[in-house]
């Protein structure tokens, strides 16, 4: 039986987008061929390639080089994918963090961000009623080198939370005093709330100086907005340091943006609210260009409410576009019906 030109077309993309996000880099004709299973010879993957890239779903970054999907080849390939199911040890693991967190609310939101973030691979999103930070308490802080004398400032709450921001210091600065940066800071800020840093971080940092100290202060005080009350909703972010060795978080500029945009909160908000729709557990899903924030341009969002003991928020995944798109569809429709069985 001869397969249609339509259906060739079907089976080449979807072998281009898996090879290409499990291999992060262009994918050839002779990569597809070599997939196997398609039952398509060489010259006519050649040649559905060169139609699936007229039709712009995909690309050649460089005349040399493979393909990679565009953001069309993404939202084509995911329109095909069939629902999935949640694995039953992902689901038992959930099911124990879950158990383990108790009735309390905060504990609830935090052990569902890890499980998002953890089986996902991504940043996970979760996001619910506003809780007064005047008593947070600051639980560890770590310095990432990001390139071109930019350092990602990262805060972890007691909460559970994460904030960050992207600092530039105007040099590169070595990774042994970086590290020692770090140190200083979390011996020094660690334990204390964010309102007594908002207040007192002077005094915090008030020691004799040396190099990993003077890097420390400059960066926690040209980041201070870190320490900055919360607005209408309370966001956690999990899994920022993970995410920051994929290759798509490397730019600089790229993940400064992007934090911008995860800082203010309210502008994260406004954007969930216009992207979710649907009813409750409904996934959405924007792609690149899809995404309501030109900061998020670059990645693929998948969100969706949630309703926990009669209060509604917003859990997702923020992740590169070459996302594996049936395995976290999967993970958020499971995690939203173990919170359901919560209520």
Do not use: W
Not at 142 to 165: N, P
Not at 297 to 312: E, I, K, N, Q, S
Request: net charge negative; charged share 30%; aromatic share 4%.
């Amino acid at each position: 039986m001869r397969t249609s030109a339509e259906e060739r077309e079907r089976q080449v993309l979807k072998t281009l987008v898996h090879l290409y996000i499990e291999g992060k880099e262009p994918v050839s004709s002779r990569m597809i061929e070599e997939a196997g299973n398609l039952g398509i010879r060489s010259a006519s993957i050649r040649a559905v390639l060169n139609e699936l890239e007229r039709k712009g779903l995909l690309v050649k970054p460089h005349s040399s080089s493979g393909r990679i999907p565009t953001d069309l080849g993404y939202r084509t390939y995911v329109n095909q994918l069939l629902p999935g199911d949640l694995d039953e040890e992902e689901s038992r693991a959930i099911d124990r963090a879950l158990r383990e967190a108790g009735e309390d609310l905060t504990q609830i939101l935090r052990a569902t961000a890890q499980m998002l973030s953890r089986f996902s691979r991504n940043i996970a999103i979760m996001a619910g009623p506003r809780e007064k930070d005047s008593g947070e308490v600051i639980s560890g802080i770590e310095l990432y080198d990001r390139g071109g004398g930019h350092v990602l400032l990262a805060l972890s709450l007691e909460s559970g939370a994460t904030r960050t921001e992207l600092v530039d210091l105007g040099r590169e600065v070595k990774p042994g005093v970086l590290i020692a940066a770090s140190s200083f800071l979390a011996e020094r800020l660690c334990g204390h709330t964010l309102q007594e840093c908002r207040h007192e971080l002077d005094r915090f940092l008030d020691v004799e100086p040396d190099e990993a100290r003077s890097v420390a202060s400059k960066v926690v005080k040209k980041g201070r907005s870190v320490f900055s009350p919360e607005q209408v909703l309370s966001f956690t972010f999990e899994g920022i340091p993970d995410a920051l060795d994929q290759p798509e978080f490397a730019d600089p500029e790229r993940l400064k943006r992007l934090l911008e945009v995860i800082a203010r909160h309210e502008l994260f908000e406004e954007a969930l609210e216009e992207f979710v729709d649907g009813s409750m557990g409904d996934v959405s899903l924007a792609i690149g260009r899809e995404n309501p924030l030109a900061a998020l341009h670059p990645f693929t969002l998948m969100a969706t409410r949630y309703d926990l003991a009669g209060r509604t928020g917003y859990l997702g995944v923020l992740g590169p576009r070459r996302m594996r798109y049936a395995r976290t569809l999967a993970l958020i429709h499971g995690i939203v019906e173990h919170l359901d069985r919560l209520s």
